[in-house]
Structure formats: structure tokens, C-alpha cells
């Protein structure tokens, strides 16, 4: 039910180790994305299926064992399949909100048993579940079929032909991630991802183009400002220049008013006499 983020982070780069999760998302931990499948040289070797919803039972696991993780695990020959078996997905827990049944665990381990040519080795480790019930009544329908019992009859009213929506639609872009990386699926999906990557390449095509344009719009935008700017700048120009003007003018008149007064007063300079006031304040004492 919680996507495995320490065991993906563990050997998301290797090759050697195929890991696969199944679980609700978005839902603690948050991670878990279709998209994310690996990094480097272990690109592929993880797959990731994220149910967008609760309610996901027996059909919808099986169907994705079915269209999309045997195909791959199968490609893939491992020697030994290590399960974290939590059973937060079993009907009945308080957390998961999902409908598996015992039968459908025991349909899913029957499953695994049978990879390469039933000789790959299964170890189930008993993580989780939050009732206790439902834990119990699947972990013994798993472990009678690794003692080989076949696995217990799916429940009167399942049907594999119906499936929620949702969990249909995650299955299929799992698998359309991972088209690329395993032959397999192409054989079980046929053409049948072709319009939903057109749709991934158009949306893609559509991202990119939206993202240009606003590149465009922003550039333009900065554009503009930087003009105003410049506007500015050269009507601030345009005032310091007229009140340079306005000053040397006032210094001009200023100056020709001295000249003026000088001119008014002949005489006084030359002769050698005190300046007038000077004389006043002398006959004032
Ligand atoms: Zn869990």
C-alpha cells in the first residue's frame, strides 16, 4: 500500500536488481511516481504502479501482475524474488482502504513462483498490516502456497474483466513508461499504447510550446520595462539639463547685476576713501 522508497532508493542505479511496487498514490510517502524507473544504468529496472485510489482488489492487482510485472519479471529471469509482504492492501485493514482477498495474495505468490521456469527462488517478509485478521488469514493463504497448495479460490464475485478506472488507467502508464525498456510488453499491449503516447508526445509538444511562450512574453515584458526605464532615464536627463540652464542663467543675471551696480558708482574705488559704511558707523560712535 506504501511505495517501497528506501528499497527503491537502494538499487534504483543497478541493473541486477529488478524492483517493483505496487501501491496507492499520492499516499505517504509520496513517491512512487509512474515515472520514476530507474536512474543511470538501472533505468527500466524499476517500475512503479501507483493506484490513484482506494477500493483496488484482486482484479486490478492481478491485472497488473497479468499486462505488466509478469511479462517484465519474466524478461527479467531472476533467481530470487524477495516480497515485501505487507498486507495494508488486504480487505479489512483501517489505513489501506483496499479489497484484496487472501486468495488474491495466493493467486499473486502463485504467480511469482512460477518465474523462471518455477525455480526462482520466493522469500516473503512479513512488513505490515494494521489488522490483524486480515494479516493472518493472508500470510497463511501465501504461505500455503509456497508449501504448494494451489492457491484458494478467488472470491464468487470477482471479475477479472471489470476493473476501477483509475487503476486500469495507472496500469497503462506504467506500462507505457516502460514500453521502451521491455520488448514483452509490446507483445501484450500490441498498439494499444500508441495513442496514449501520441497523447504523452503531444502533451510534451503542448508543454514545450506553452513554455516558449511565456519565455516570449516574459522577454517582451522585460523589454517594455527596460524602454520605460530608459524613458525615464532621459526625462530625468532632460530636468537635470534644464535646471543646469536655469542655473547658469541665474548666474549670468547675477553677474551682470554686479556689473551694473559696479557701473553705477564711479569713482568710489579709485580715489583711495574708506568704504561708506564704514564712515557711518564711525559717526554713529
Ligand atoms: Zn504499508
Known amino acids: 500500500m506504501h511505495h517501497g522508497n528506501g528499497t527503491q532508493a537502494l538499487f534504483e542505479d543497478d ?24 536512474r543511470g544504468a538501472g533505468k527500466g529496472y524499476t517500475v512503479n ?5 482506494g ?22 529471469d531472476p533467481q530470487f524474488v524477495i516480497i515485501s509482504a505487507g498486507f495494508d492492501a488486504a480487505a479489512g485493514d483501517p489505513l489501506g482502504g483496499c479489497d484484496l ?5 495466493a493467486h499473486m505468490t502463485a504467480e511469482l513462483l512460477t518465474l523462471r521456469g518455477g525455480k526462482a527462488r520466493c522469500l516473503l517478509v512479513l512488513e505490515g498490516g494494521y489488522n490483524l485478521t486480515s494479516i493472518a488469514r493472508s500470510a497463511e493463504a501465501c504461505v500455503r502456497v509456497l508449501l ?31 514500453v521502451r525498456f521491455w520488448p514483452a510488453l509490446r507483445q501484450v499491449w500490441g498498439s494499444s499504447l500508441d ?20 519565455a516570449a512574453r516574459e522577454a517582451a515584458a ?27 542663467q541665474r548666474a549670468l543675471r547675477h553677474q551682470a547685476q554686479a556689473q551694473a551696480q ?13 568704504p561708506p559704511h564704514r564712515t557711518m558707523a564711525d559717526d554713529e560712535s
Request: with cysteine; proline share 10%.
Open 15 to 38: 541493473p541486477r536488481v529488478l524492483y517493483v511496487s505496487l501501491h496507492r498514490f499520492p499516499f505517504y510517502p509520496n513517491t512512487g511516481h509512474h515515472q520514476e524507473c530507474g
Open 49 to 53: 504502479v501507483g493506484w490513484p485510489e
Open 55 to 76: 477500493g483496488v482488489g484482486d482484479a486490478e492487482y492481478l491485472a497488473a501482475f497479468r499486462q505488466l510485472i509478469l511479462p517484465i519479471a519474466r524478461s527479467f
Open 101 to 105: 482477498s487472501p486468495a488474491g495474495y
Open 148 to 178: 504448494g497448495e494451489p492457491p484458494l479460490p478467488l472470491p464468487p464475485d470477482h471479475d477479472p474483466s471489470y476493473l476501477l478506472e483509475s487503476a486500469d488507467n495507472a496500469i497503462m502508464r506504467t506500462a507505457a513508461v516502460h
Open 195 to 214: 495513442p496514449y503516447l501520441a497523447s504523452i508526445d503531444l502533451a510534451q509538444r503542448e508543454d514545450a510550446a506553452r513554455a516558449d511562450a511565456d
Open 222 to 248: 522585460l523589454r517594455r520595462q527596460e524602454e520605460h526605464r530608459e524613458l525615464l532615464r532621459a526625462q530625468l536627463a532632460h530636468q537635470q539639463a534644464q535646471l543646469e540652464l536655469a542655473r547658469q
Open 262 to 274: 559696479q557701473a553705477e558708482t564711479p569713482g568710489d574705488g579709485g580715489d583711495g576713501a574708506r
